[in-house]
């Protein structure tokens, strides 16, 4: 994609949502660490199900250590490989204690030396919690990027580099928000809106989607 396809790409985002916002809930970066930790291959609505509990009586990492594996196993058990992620969050939990006084690290090793943080979670923690222009390359991203040619990549690291490239200020803070919303509600995985795409002239993706035929009404012919 040209230069100056990229910076109408995000503009148009960010007209269209100039205040993106993660969809998993949270109230401080411990709970938006476990949240994101619990995310992976699951919707952010289902972890937000499971963590209300989970965050009403542990939202520091001394109360979930104090809570227990038993109990943090029990509140996310609907939870896609619950038992190692609660098993994940304990740990995490333990170390933050025992390495950080309790507090979520701002810096990227740190994190990723955490039980169950890989990557994409530091990126996410890094942006969402601490202002870090980071580029959290899921499957919706990675999706966008390849399909529209804004970014593609064989893998999600490749995808991050070149993100980290091409995206221009004063997108680059939310530009991974955009990438994933555009991803979950309109790029979609198996059918991608394209009639009601707003970046649909800036996107490599051929051929385009085209809008669904409107359902006749009973007794129309």
Partial sequence: MKKADVVTFFHRLAEHDPHPVTELEYSNPFTLLVAVALSAQMT???????????FAVADTPEKMVALGLDEIRHYVRTINF???KAKNVLALSEALVRDHDGVVPDDRAALEALPGVGRKTANVVLNTAFGHETFAVDTHIFRVCNRTKLAPGKDVVVVETKL????????????HHWLILHGRYTCKARRPECWRCIVADLCAFKPKTPAPKPVAAAGES
Avoid: I
Avoid at 44 to 54: C, E, F, H, I, P
């Fill in 44 to 54: 952010d609505a289902g972890v937000n199900k499971a963590t209300r509990g989970l």
């Fill in 82 to 84: 619950n038992n190692t």
């Fill in 164 to 175: 980290d490239r091409v995206v221009p200020q004063p997108f680059r803070l939310h530009a």
